[in-house]
């Protein structure tokens, strides 16, 4: 019985693995999506990222006395990750009206009347920032010099008085800060997954005399029903696997997109997530009246509408599903997959993680057990 | 071997199989002649459990047929007449796969394989992948993984459909010998010649119905007709076709405008009377031929129809 089992299984594997749809569909496509991702998120995190603002400061006029302002510029100027400025010293105002014109610099601040001011050719985002930097340095200072003059016995004390301590501290549930970038990437993993519908439904429609003239032919050999489900559901889900192991680390070394300290829970998730898809194809698979095509169409239209669900066209889709309609949340085998990779990413807890696990197993005992006692003993009205 | 009592078989309003029996002996190339939808598919189909029917009663090697008789299965092979391989395995991977749901013994399945692949003259094209195929060799193949395990009975549906006649002669000769070697077979078709070529005994079906069953002689041998003539000439005017058709032991005389068609009696000399009469009314004929009847005259004289109608 196990070389019968072996031989189904092992010829059943080479079917999958020499057929271009599994190639297209389970790896080249979600590759191309992944890496589709990864370049639009770059450009969007490079446009977020706060650029260093050329500057320049006119010294002619500026008073000897406020070497505040310069320490204060050049203290922002200096490099590292809090630099806000890259600022030039000039002697003459001419020159940085020069520099202004010629675009090098977004702004220049020159003493007039013993104050400093700011001059700009144009409205932009660095430009206010300036403008709020300046706004912001002459409103301390007048705070600071009215102090002196009212309560001069206060002057030790000024330095705690303006500075920016917070007395609440942000406590994080994780080592990673949320984010709603890595859930697109998740939700693809999920679709891959749920495609796996595919191989649950060729499973059980090529037993099927009435779908495909194979399962005709083995449909009338002696070999019993639950040996040729389970030769051909381990070869559909061990490809299934593969896939998603393969896709999973193309993701995390390639992409370099984050699935929280260990890779193995993730491995996990994809396993469990590929069974459920491989279980809902087998129960698409069940109406006796239902042509292939039909079949087909219905797990790719609901394979689609539960990734909808979990967030891979639109962020945020499946929290608002989460909150306005949780039992559809839960019965959505895409947002529980993604959902699971957003708790091994975000918590240092493994029970949500858990928890989205068993949900999935339960759904695809529950489709798996149906799928066979529908099919168990299918004879057919018409072929 | 086969045993099929009053099987009935409905689609909805239309009957399939009305009150259908079978009795088919060992050792026999028994085939099922009937045009498009006269319901031998559905018999097979029914014989083999695959399809549910309304009525009757089905029994392979003396046991009643269910789907759940897997001795009966394992002595069955089946050739549909849809091509049932995989397009992504070799010749050779498809004739094991299916050899494998039969025999468990991979040394003896590869010898089957092989032989197999003798049998349906494979041998060359063994790692090529169907697509690959011509469309005679992949019926051949679909032959080979019905039989690969050495069935005692062969049900074979339409095996030679859209098949060139080199390998339509191969499959029907690879029949013949798979016969020999002790296997029945029931063989379903509507290509006549193909029929009475091959078959030890033929049942005529029409409407999910037995019309006539015998072997090719005995079905000749219940009608009338023995003899089939045909005259080629240019014209015959309507009186002479009307005096022909009185000559005696003449059943039916037509004219088609180049050639007039006549069935005879068996035994019988009317030949020599059309052409006297011919002669004596001035027609100058052509080409004479004279031909025993077909199972097409059979089934025509039965139904009032042509098997390919």
């Known amino acids: ?383 | 071997m086969i045993e099929v009592k009053n099987l009935v078989k409905r689609y909805g309003d239309l009957i399939a199989l009305d009150h259908f029996n079978l009795n088919v002996r060992s050792g026999e190339i028994f085939g099922l002649l009937g045009p498009n939808g006269s319901g031998k598919t559905t018999a097979i189909n029914c014989m083999l459990s695959l399809l549910k029917y309304d009525k009757g009663e089905i029994r392979l090697f003396g046991e009643p047929m269910t789907p759940n008789n897997y001795r009966s299965k394992q002595k069955i092979g089946v050739v549909m007449q849809n091509v049932a391989v995989f397009n992504e395995l070799t010749v050779y991977e498809n004739i094991d796969y299916f050899c494998g749901l039969y025999v468990n013994d991979k040394r003896k399945r590869k010898e089957l394989v092989e032989e197999a692949l003798r049998f349906a003259g494979l041998e060359d094209f063994r790692k090529f992948i169907p697509k690959k195929l011509s469309g005679g060799l992949l019926r051949r193949l679909n032959i080979a993984c019905g039989i690969a395990h050495k069935p005692e009975l062969i049900f074979l549906d339409e095996p030679t459909v859209a098949v060139d006649p080199q390998s339509r002669n191969n499959i029907l000769e690879g029949i013949k010998k798979l016969n020999r070697e002790g296997a029945t077979i029931i063989y379903t078709s509507h290509y006549m010649e193909e029929v009475e070529q091959l078959c030890t005994r033929i049942m005529i079906m029409d409407k999910g119905k037995e019309i006539a069953t015998g072997t090719k002689e005995e079905l000749k041998a219940m009608i009338r007709t023995g003899e089939k003539l045909t005259v080629e000439l240019f014209d015959l005017p309507e009186p002479l076709l009307s005096e022909i058709r009185r000559v005696k032991d003449v059943i039916q005389a037509s004219f088609d405008g180049e050639k007039l068609s006549v069935n005879c009696k068996t035994g019988s000399h009317a030949m020599i009377s059309i052409l006297d009469l011919l002669r004596q009314n001035g027609m100058h004929f052509g080409r004479v031929y004279s031909e025993p009847p077909t199972l097409n005259d059979v089934f025509l004289e039965i139904t009032g129809k042509q098997l390919r109608d």
């Open chain 1, 1 to 383: 019985m196990i070389f019968m089992m072996w031989n189904l299984f092992s010829r059943n594997l080479l079917c999958h693995l020499r057929s271009k749809e599994f190639f297209i569909w389970m790896l080249i496509f979600p590759i191309m999506l992944a890496t589709l991702f990864y370049f639009t998120f770059s450009s969007l995190d490079q446009a977020d990222q706060l650029q260093v603002i050329p500057i320049a400061v006119v010294e002619e006029g500026m008073p000897e006395e406020d070497s505040a302002f310069s320490d204060t510029v050049r203290s922002l100027s200096e490099k590292g990750d809090e630099q806000l400025f890259q600022t030039q010293f000039i002697s003459e105002e001419e020159k940085a009206r020069q520099l202004l014109k010629d675009g090098e610099i977004d702004g220049y601040i020159q003493y007039e009347n013993g104050k400093p001011g700011l001059v700009v050719r144009e409205d932009g985002l660095n430009q206010t920032i300036i403008k709020s930097f300046l706004d912001q340095y002459l409103q301390t200072k007048s705070s600071m010099e009215n102090i002196l003059q009212e309560n001069p016995q206060l002057a030790e004390r000024l330095p705690s008085l303006f500075s920016r301590e917070t007395v609440t501290e942000e406590i994080s549930l994780s080592q990673n800060a949320p984010t709603s970038k890595v859930n697109y990437f998740y939700a693809l993993l999920a679709m891959v997954c749920m495609y796996g519908g595919m191989q649950g439904l060729n499973v059980v429609s090529f037993l099927q005399s009435n779908l495909s003239a194979i399962g005709a032919r083995k449909t009338v050999s002696p070999a019993k029903r639950w040996k040729l489900i389970f030769a051909d559901l381990s070869a559909g889900v061990t490809v299934q696997w593969l896939a998603i192991i393969l896709v999973i680390l193309f993701i995390r070394f390639i992409l370099q997109v984050d699935f929280g300290p260990q890779l193995l829970p993730a491995f996990l998730t994809g396993i469990v997530g590929s069974l459920t898809g491989v279980s809902f194809g087998m129960l698409v698979s069940v109406p006796k009246r239902l042509k292939y095509s039909a079949k087909t169409a219905l797990v790719v239209a609901v394979t689609m509408v539960f990734c909808f669900f979990a967030g891979l066209m639109t962020s945020g889709i499946n929290y608002l599903v989460e909150q306005k309609a949780p039992v559809l949340a839960w019965i959505n085998p895409a947002a529980r997959i993604v959902d699971a990779f957003y708790c091994l990413y975000y918590y240092d807890t493994y029970y949500q993680f858990f928890l989205n696990i068993a949900v999935l197993l339960a759904m695809s005992l529950v489709m798996f057990g149906i799928t066979i006692f529908s099919i168990r003993r299918q004879r057919h009205e018409s072929l």
